[in-house]
């Protein structure tokens, strides 16, 4: 019997998370099943407690339940890892057979991982500038802080969330870290820009100043679907040098949450390459 592995969300039909995995396993020659897992609303532990009882090894959670995951993760007998601690949310669950979950976020480290070494930019001295203050924002902002970019600036639709999430990490930051309204930055610049606000899902554009975009700058976006962003087209019309959506983070925190569960790290190169395929062929 292949070891058991779902994603659990409410929606999930559309979630590419089952083909990745197949595809790490059949690339690392690791014998897994991977499934997604509608979960009603509410539902979320039982979905959890009954997976665990199949034989479940491991999950990914996604919307609408990282947070809930957490607090299932902060319950005595259960373990979070110190980046979940951080971001309050989790994305990735590992039952030990003694019954104990270890809860991981996983998000975070995709989004540097595909920075770093899929798109070669390297964030150490960057200024960067983080759009949103949700629970997306959070999430990626612990290793974002561990680059070392030379400041890192929080800005938001409401100004004062921007302010309470940098007092929040400013304990684990090196440089200089604040928090913003989107009015506020005018006649400011960044390397790269991230983001994490839930506009392009609503397909709207933020109001931001051109000059934001530095010349030579990534523009991120971490939302991911057939067309460009609003928000990657507005880095676009500024004549931003690199634009990148999700997909390659998706794909990079689920060889993070292959490598907790197998030991192992699969190669995501040639998989990102085809979904890109795909993703333009529509
Ligand atoms: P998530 O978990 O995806 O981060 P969230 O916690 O609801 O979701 O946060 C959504 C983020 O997107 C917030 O930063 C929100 O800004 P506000 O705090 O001002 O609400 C931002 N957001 C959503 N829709 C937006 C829009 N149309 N324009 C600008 N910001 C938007």
Redesign the pocket.
């Known amino acids: 019997m292949p070891d058991l592995y779902a994603v659990f969300g409410h929606p999930v039909a559309h979630s590419k998370s089952p083909r990745i995995h197949a595809e790490f396993a059949a690339q690392t020659g690791q014998a897994l099943h991977y499934e997604a897992r509608l979960v009603p609303l509410p539902g979320f532990v039982d979905a959890v407690r009954q997976f665990v009882t199949e034989g479940g090894r491991g999950a990914n959670v996604t919307v609408p339940f990282k947070e809930e995951a957490f607090r299932l993760c902060e319950s005595p007998g259960n373990t979070l890892t110190p980046r979940a601690r951080q971001a309050g949310a989790v994305n990735t669950l590992k039952f030990s057979p003694q019954g104990g979950i270890l809860g991981d976020n996983t998000d975070g480290a995709g989004l540097v991982r595909d920075m770093e070494t899929n798109l070669g930019f390297s964030l150490a001295g960057r200024r960067i500038l983080l759009l949103?203050?949700?629970?997306?924002?959070r999430g990626v902002l612990t290793p974002l802080l561990e680059r070392q970019p030379s400041q890192l600036t929080i800005a938001?639709?409401?100004a004062a969330?921007a302010k309470t999430l940098a007092t929040a990490f400013a304990p684990l930051a090196a440089c200089p870290l604040s928090g913003a309204g989107?009015e506020d930055l005018v006649g400011q610049a960044f390397d790269v820009l991230i983001n994490?606000?839930?506009?392009s899902?609503?397909n709207?554009a933020?109001p931001l100043p051109a000059e934001i975009f530095a010349p030579g700058c990534l523009a991120y976006d971490l939302m991911y679907g057939k067309g460009e962003t609003p928000f990657l087209r507005q880095a676009r019309h500024t004549g931003a040098a690199h634009l990148a959506d999700g997909l390659g983070m998706l794909v990079e925190q689920a060889a993070e949450a292959f490598l907790l569960w197998r030991g192992l790290r699969p190669d995501t190169h040639a998989l990102l390459h085809r979904l890109r395929v795909e993703q333009t062929a529509g």
């Open positions: 949103g203050a949700g629970g997306a924002a938001n639709r409401t969330k989107l994490a606000t839930a506009a899902l609503e709207a933020l």
